[in-house]
């Protein structure tokens, strides 16, 4: 079974302050991870995703993620947050195996930017 | 750029009614999935569909459920006789290729069932 946890249901930053969202996963086999966003109203658009290779991978909107096998985690990150960023964040995963294609997601985390 | 479409956006129903969520996946593609959010808890995944048949369902997705792809563009959800616990946000999301790339996801059909 996959599982995920998002850590901080709700997180405030100041504008020009990192963006740390924190997710950790479950998974007996090799997982995929995604990020998606969802801004109000809207529906969830993929900020990035890990399938193989290269660790840390970047995404849309200056976002980044690394994952790490040995502390199952995989952690959204930007250097300066954008008032433009205020938004739900949620962490999913999908068995990288190919036996299914669904999305197991997090509880989500609400991120709001200060001036 | 391609989208996926839901309508509509807001749907209210009463208790024991039967609604219809209509999705207009992205053209080309062949895997399309609902999933829903129930206020303040997490987007869980109720169904996928491929090749005119379920693919796999979770256990949300029991007999009041019922999917279709009635034409060749719209994939629809069927809940026979609402609860009140029906009550979501439900996701339309197709993907391309093999199944296995990116889900894109519809803006949503808030479902208040009173």
């Known amino acids: 079974a996959q599982s995920v946890t998002q850590l901080g249901s709700h997180v405030s930053v100041s504008e020009g302050a990192l963006v740390l969202l924190r997710c950790n996963y479950s998974s007996s086999v090799p997982p995929y991870l995604f990020w998606y966003v969802q801004y109000p109203n809207q529906g969830l658009q993929l900020l990035l995703k890990y399938t193989t290779g290269a660790t840390l991978v970047k995404g849309i909107n200056g976002f980044e993620a690394e994952f790490k096998k040995s502390e199952t985690s995989f952690h959204l990150t930007k250097p300066s947050a954008h008032m433009s960023d205020a938004a739900e964040y949620f962490c999913a995963v999908r068995n990288g195996g190919g036996a299914t294609n669904k999305l197991i997601f997090g509880t989500g985390t609400l991120l709001a930017v200060q001036p | 750029e391609p989208e996926v479409t839901q309508t509509p956006s807001h749907q209210v129903t009463q208790m024991g009614q039967e609604v219809i969520l209509r999705c207009v996946p992205i053209s080309n593609h062949l895997y399309f999935y609902w999933y829903r959010q129930i206020l303040g808890q997490k987007v869980e995944f109720l169904v996928s569909?491929?090749?005119?048949?379920?693919?796999?369902k979770s256990e949300i997705f029991d007999d009041q459920f019922s999917v279709e792809r009635p034409d060749g563009s719209n994939f629809t959800l069927k809940i026979r006789s609402t609860k009140l616990e029906d009550s979501a946000m439900y996701f339309c999301?197709?993907?391309?290729?093999?199944?296995?790339?990116?889900?894109?996801f519809g803006p949503g059909t808030r479902l208040t069932v009173t």
């Open positions: 569909f491929y090749n005119n048949e379920i693919s796999e």
């Open positions: 999301a197709s993907s391309g290729g093999t199944g296995r790339g990116e889900q894109y």
